[in-house]
């Protein structure tokens, strides 16, 4: 699994930041749902091809959903971590929970959290290029925060590194469905990468 994708990412004249089929220099890759544990252990594998002294590349891994859970861990609220406190509320008041988690994933210091973390690590001195990061666990994160939202949210930031949303589902005349089922109901500005291996 991703063979595809390594061929891509590999290759020189896409590794570089400005060779982007538009100015948003992101892609979202699909595969499909049922292979979701075949694809998380295939991802820490193409990052070590992709470090092979032939290729030279060192991406950065990001599981969104364990970024926001760390996210809420760090803010306090009265000296404790935001997390617990939304986590005891979990049982007795559900749809604040849900409100609560929705605003936090979409907020701008999580985005700019998330940004600053992608852009500290493209731009660290190093041997090996950083010219992509990937971007996953958006199965776990939904419905909070949905891969559409999160690149409308990341556009002023993204510069210097092209971003890989993996994400599970389909995509089918210029629509992506989370899980094969649930339609994005917004036009994605990033590329399908499936479409420019395919061609």
């Not at 049922?34 to 990052?47: G, V």
Request: with cysteine; net charge neutral.
């Amino acid at each position: 699994m991703l063979d595809d994708v390594f061929e891509i990412l590999a290759d020189p004249g896409f590794q570089k930041p400005g060779s982007a089929l538009m100015s948003f220099p992101a892609y979202v890759y699909v595969y499909p749902p049922d292979q979701e544990y075949e694809f998380r252990e295939a991802l820490p594998r193409l990052q070590k091809r992709l470090r092979r002294t032939n290729v030279g590349q060192n991406p950065l891994i990001e599981n969104i959903y364990s970024a926001l859970l760390t996210h809420l861990e760090e803010k306090t609220l009265g000296g404790r971590p935001l997390l617990d406190r939304i986590l005891e509320q979990e049982d007795r008041a559900p749809e604040k929970v849900d409100r609560q988690l929705r605003r936090h994933a979409q907020s701008d210091a999580f985005i700019e959290r998330v940004a600053s973390e992608f852009t500290r690590f493209t731009e660290e001195e190093s041997e090996l290029n950083r010219s992509y990061v990937f971007v996953h666990g958006w199965g776990a994160i939904h419905p909070y925060l949905r891969s559409s939202t999160f690149l409308d949210l990341m556009e002023p930031h993204l510069r210097g590194y092209k971003l890989i949303v993996f994400y599970p589902g389909t995509y089918k005349d210029g629509k992506f469905r989370l899980f094969g089922r649930l339609a994005s109901g917004q036009v994605y500005r990033a590329s399908c990468l499936n479409e420019r291996i395919a061609s």
